[in-house]
């Protein structure tokens, strides 16, 4: 990846991570707003990160409720 979407995915993990560990979803979107001000192309990098992330999560819990096939 490039700086852009390097940085982008760093701010998105630790956004995500701060969110869950204060009870705020609103961090992310504070984060993505200050990031617009400054930088359409980082915010919108950002939010894919963050859409990503979420996508990869919410599918890993899904599998791991399928749990392991009987062999």
Partial sequence: MGVVEDLADE????????????????????VSEIL?????????????????RKADKRARVYLSKLGKPQS
């Fill in 11 to 30: 701010l998105a993990k630790d956004a995500l991570k701060a969110a869950e560990e204060h009870g705020d979803d609103m961090i992310v979107d504070r």
């Fill in 36 to 52: 617009g001000a400054d930088s359409v192309t980082t915010q919108e990098a950002f939010l894919t990160a963050v859409r990503v």
